[in-house]
């Protein structure tokens, strides 16, 4: 089947503009993760999806970055007032279920704020 | 201290040696960890993962772990160029709770053919 997929696929935004990025997890998928992933770092960790119910977002940076997964399939990850330093790639990645651990993640939406 | 710790590189190998990357962690109630392989430009990409103290082999790919020493490989054997990529070790170090996974910096591995 259709793996994770993220839209856009590229943005860019001037410093203050609001953006949304877009998830869809594969089919069934009940566990929804969001990671920020700067250049030559690791992904880190922004938040995590059980079904609808947003159960850890402390890796949140700040309150301009929001995530909503309102019918528990696609999700949205939302920036506001976008800063310079939110320049990164945005992953999603999903999984079958809290007991399958293992991540399958999408293409990414890579964001630059100028 | 960063919680999982990886040499980024690069490692340089000639073309059917053995690739050896390595990883440390500071969760010692982690219990589950993963090597991803990312291609420039490309998102992760599942290569193994391990629960147990051991070795876990599958294909040319070989896995340790050592909790005690908090230290996970990651071996590959016979290198082809195609295995270059940048290695990114990560830990679950919730015990299920969410399943959030925390990534190493990651390690560049560079196949010469």
């Known amino acids: 089947g259709a793996g994770v997929s993220q839209s856009p696929r590229y943005k860019v935004a001037k410093r203050g503009q609001d953006v949304a990025l877009r998830c869809d997890p594969i089919?069934?998928?009940?566990?929804l993760f969001w990671y920020q992933q700067a250049l030559g770092q690791g992904p880190e960790f922004l938040t995590y999806f059980q079904n609808e119910a947003q159960l850890d977002k402390s890796g949140l940076p700040s309150d301009r970055f929001f995530a909503e997964r309102p019918e528990g399939s696609v999700s949205t990850l939302k920036i506001q007032r976008t800063q310079q330093e939110d320049s990164a790639v945005y992953l999603c990645?999903?999984?079958?279920?809290?007991?399958?651990?293992?991540?399958?993640f999408g293409p990414g939406t890579r964001l630059l704020v100028l | 201290q960063k919680e999982v710790e990886q040499n980024s590189g690069p490692l340089s190998v000639p073309e059917g040696a053995i690739a050896s990357l390595n990883c440390t962690y500071s969760?010692?109630?982690?219990?589950?960890f993963f090597w991803y392989r990312q291609y420039s430009g490309k998102s992760p990409e599942l290569i193994m993962s391990i629960y147990s103290n051991g070795d876990k082999e599958d294909g040319r790919f070989t896995a340790q772990l050592n909790k005690a020493s908090q230290y996970v490989s990651l071996l590959i054997r016979d290198s082809q160029p195609s295995d270059s990529a940048t290695y990114l070790c990560a830990v679950n170090p919730d015990g299920g709770a969410t399943n959030k996974l925390i990534f190493g910096t990651g390690t560049l591995l560079a196949v010469q053919p």
């Open positions: 990645a999903s999984s079958l279920s809290r007991d399958q651990e293992t991540q399958y």
């Open positions: 969760d010692r109630g982690s219990q589950s």
């Open positions: 089919s069934g998928h009940v566990s």
